[in-house]
C-alpha cells in the first residue's frame, strides 16, 4: 500500500512511501490488451521481434516487446505489455490517468540473448521495466509524467557498471508523436512514458527544484530514453545553484 502522509519535497511535490504490496487477493492477470498495444507499437516503431514473454506472472501478465536496431531506429527499443491491463489508482479527479505502459532504449551493441541475461549487467534494464510496470498494482498507487523512483532506500546502483541508481517517467524523446498515446476504448486511453534512468544527484534535483527544470536540463544536455550507462549527469555541479 502507498501513503503519502502530506510529505512532499522541497518542490512541492507529494512523496509516496510503500509499505505492503499486494499479491494473493487480486485477480488472475489478464491480456486485454496485448494486441492493440501489439499494433500500436508495430505502427509507430516498428516490428516486434520477438516479444520477451513473462512465464510466471502475478497481479498483471507483463510482457516486453523488443523492436531490433533498423537505420531509422538504430538501437533496441523495449515496451512493456500489461501495464495497462489493470487501472492504477491516481489522485481524485483524474479518471483518464489510470493506464500506462513503459519503453526504454538500448545501444545496437546490447546483449539481448537468454544466455546473456543471465549477468544482471545485461538484464537489468528489463527488470527496471517490469518492476517499475507492476510497482502501482502490487502498492494500489500511481505512476505517471514526472515520477521519479529510486532503486531502493538508499538508492544503489542498477548493476556495477554504471552509477545509475533512480528512474525517472517521461514523455518518450525517440518516438513520433502519435506513439505517446492508444485509445484502447471508452475511457481507456494507454500512455505510453519512457524510463529513463538517473543519477542520484538528478533525482535529488528533481525533489529540489522540479520536474520542468530536471527535464530542460535533459534536453540540453541530448539526454533520452536510449540508456548510457556512463552519460553525462546533469547536476552533478552546482547542484543547488541551477
Same mark, same amino acid.
Given at each position: 500500500?502507498?501513503?503519502?502522509?502530506?510529505?512532499?519535497?522541497?518542490?512541492?511535490?507529494?512523496?509516496?512511501?510503500?509499505?505492503?504490496?499486494?499479491?494473493?487477493?487480486?485477480?488472475?492477470?489478464?491480456?486485454?490488451?496485448?494486441?492493440?498495444?501489439?499494433?500500436?507499437?508495430?505502427?509507430?516503431?516498428?516490428?516486434?521481434? /520477438?516479444?520477451?514473454?513473462?512465464?510466471?506472472?502475478?497481479?498483471?501478465?507483463?510482457?516486453?516487446?523488443?523492436?531490433? +536496431?533498423?537505420?531509422?531506429? +538504430?538501437?533496441?527499443?523495449?515496451?512493456?505489455?500489461?501495464?495497462?491491463?489493470?487501472?492504477?489508482?491516481?489522485?481524485?479527479?483524474? +479518471?483518464?490517468?489510470?493506464?500506462?505502459?513503459?519503453?526504454?532504449?538500448?545501444?545496437?551493441?546490447?546483449?539481448?540473448?537468454?544466455?546473456?541475461?543471465?549477468?544482471?549487467?545485461? !538484464?537489468?534494464?528489463?527488470?527496471?521495466?517490469? &518492476?517499475?510496470?507492476?510497482?502501482?498494482?502490487?502498492?494500489?498507487?500511481?505512476?505517471?509524467?514526472?515520477?521519479?523512483?529510486?532503486? &531502493? &532506500?538508499?538508492?544503489?546502483?542498477?548493476?556495477?557498471?554504471?552509477?545509475?541508481?533512480?528512474?525517472?517517467?517521461?514523455?518518450?524523446?525517440?518516438?513520433?508523436?502519435?506513439?505517446?498515446?492508444?485509445?484502447?476504448?471508452?475511457?481507456?486511453?494507454?500512455?505510453?512514458?519512457?524510463?529513463?534512468?538517473?543519477?542520484?544527484?538528478?533525482?535529488? !534535483?528533481?525533489?529540489?527544484?522540479?520536474?520542468? /527544470?530536471?527535464?530542460?536540463?535533459?534536453?540540453?544536455?541530448?539526454?533520452?530514453?536510449?540508456?548510457?550507462?556512463?552519460?553525462?549527469?546533469?547536476?552533478?555541479?552546482?547542484?543547488?545553484?541551477?
Amino acid at each position: 500500500m502507498s501513503q503519502e502522509d502530506d510529505a512532499r519535497s522541497a518542490s512541492g511535490d507529494p512523496i509516496l512511501r510503500h509499505d505492503r504490496a499486494t499479491t494473493r487477493s487480486a485477480p488472475p492477470p489478464t491480456t486485454q490488451h496485448t494486441e492493440l498495444i501489439a499494433e500500436h507499437v508495430s505502427s509507430h516503431l516498428g516490428e516486434i521481434t /520477438p516479444v520477451f514473454h513473462e512465464m510466471v506472472s502475478d497481479l498483471i501478465h507483463l510482457d516486453i516487446n523488443i523492436i531490433q +536496431p533498423s537505420p531509422s531506429r +538504430p538501437y533496441y527499443t523495449l515496451v512493456t505489455s500489461g501495464m495497462s491491463d489493470r487501472p492504477m489508482r491516481p489522485p481524485k479527479g483524474s +479518471p483518464l490517468l489510470t493506464r500506462a505502459e513503459l519503453t526504454l532504449c538500448l545501444p545496437p551493441e546490447w546483449q539481448m540473448s537468454q544466455e546473456a541475461f543471465k549477468d544482471e549487467r545485461n !538484464y537489468w534494464p528489463l527488470r527496471l521495466l517490469k &518492476d517499475l510496470a507492476r510497482l502501482p498494482h502490487q502498492y494500489k498507487t500511481w505512476l505517471w509524467e514526472g515520477h521519479t523512483i529510486p532503486n &531502493d &532506500d538508499p538508492p544503489r546502483a542498477y548493476s556495477k557498471d554504471t552509477r545509475l541508481c533512480c528512474a525517472l517517467l517521461w514523455r518518450p524523446q525517440l518516438a513520433p508523436h502519435g506513439f505517446f498515446q492508444l485509445d484502447a476504448g471508452p475511457g481507456k486511453a494507454i500512455h505510453f512514458f519512457a524510463v529513463i534512468p538517473l543519477y542520484r544527484e538528478e533525482m535529488d !534535483y528533481k525533489l529540489t527544484k522540479g520536474y520542468e /527544470p530536471l527535464a530542460e536540463l535533459f534536453k540540453a544536455n541530448s539526454v533520452t530514453e536510449l540508456l548510457s550507462l556512463r552519460r553525462v549527469n546533469v547536476c552533478q555541479r552546482s547542484l543547488f545553484g541551477r
